[in-house]
């Protein structure tokens, strides 16, 4: 597989063309952030662990019947996925009361919520990826009411897959933050899946086993991401 130019580089990905120009190659970084860029450092061995757990996490969904822009992982950091064209509209899939839902609403943080919640995060780093509803998104003209209703549909769609794949690895699912591409006219799942962008607490202990551990400075931030990796991977 040849690499070809730096198309694009965020906060945790650098995107590369290729010879195909349906294909891109996903390069996982060490790099890592929190609100909003304002916190920077480095997990070691992160960009590694977040490209193999999505690798298997996007087969487990293609599986389930929902597409993704996984095409095959290269190497231990290179993912070649589908060139897509980003929808800018995060979709927050929320099990568990945690973060930002439990100050904004005053809700006591670890209470269910069943059955699960999504909401709509216009990506925009200079807004700060502000919360927003249908009607805000349609003022902004970023998505059709069909296209919102097909993201809310389809983050409940991969909550299904993944909330009972995580249980019988003794993961509880808290939330998970998913990105959407257009590829041939058709809404695809995007980005990664990973402790950066899922909150996972053990069943057993409760203890945090995603980027809250960085967000938070608990430590042990490294030991989380492998096991995790050590989990889902087998």
Known sequence: MAIG???????AKKIFSTENPDQVVQYFKDDATAFNAQKRGTI????VINNKVSERLFRLLEQGGIRTHFVERLNDREMLTKKVRIVPVEVVVRNVVAGSVAKRLGLKEG?????AIVEFYYKDDALGDPLVND???RLLNVATPGVLRELREMGHA????LTPFFTERKMQLV???LEFGVFHNK???ADEISPDTCRFWDVTTGESMDKDRFRKDMGKIEEAYQEVLARVCG
């Open 5 to 11: 130019t730096l198309l694009y580089e965020g906060k």
């Open 44 to 47: 070691i061995e992160k960009g």
């Open 111 to 115: 209470s269910r919520i069943d059955p």
């Open 135 to 137: 009607d805000h998104l």
């Open 158 to 161: 991969v909550n299904k897959v």
């Open 175 to 177: 939330d998970c933050k």
């Open 187 to 189: 809404l695809i799942l």
